[in-house]
């Protein structure tokens, strides 16, 4: 299994960027497919982004399309979420997670490791 920790949330004011940062370590790093999840207060937590294992392909909700960008670096087992035209309602705690599947997929279910969460906040 892949163990995550995650980095980089913070305050930050509308209009504003962020770039969160997902330490990987384990051997199966680079055959997971990585994601990022949010849970706004009060709310579920839902999908945000999907990368592919070798980084090729990227998939995002539609409420973060145009403004976040996820990458890896296999490298350095590393996962990035840039968050840019950052909005109040971005605000929430981010996961990392790791999946298994070969196909696009924004299930919680699919996806078996997960972080501890960073908050990002995003002021109006």
């Known amino acids: 299994q892949v163990q995550l920790v995650e980095s980089g949330g913070g305050l930050v004011q509308a209009g504003g960027s962020l770039r969160l940062s997902c330490a990987a370590s384990?051997?199966?790093?680079?055959?997971?497919?990585m994601a990022w999840f949010r849970r706004a207060p009060g709310k579920e937590r839902e999908f945000v982004a999907r990368?592919?294992?070798?980084?090729?392909?990227?998939y995002y909700a539609d409420s973060v399309k145009g403004r976040f960008t996820i990458s890896r670096d296999n490298a350095k087992n590393m996962v990035y979420l840039q968050m840019n035209s950052l909005k109040p309602e971005d605000t929430a705690v981010y996961y990392c997670?790791?999946?298994?599947?070969?196909?696009?997929?924004?299930?919680?279910?699919?996806?078996?490791?997960w972080g501890q969460g960073t908050q990002v906040t995003v002021s109006s």
């Open positions: 997670a790791a999946g298994v599947t070969v196909y696009r997929t924004s299930i919680e279910s699919d996806y078996v490791s």
């Open positions: 990368v592919s294992r070798s980084g090729g392909d990227t």
């Open positions: 384990g051997r199966t790093f680079s055959s997971s497919a």
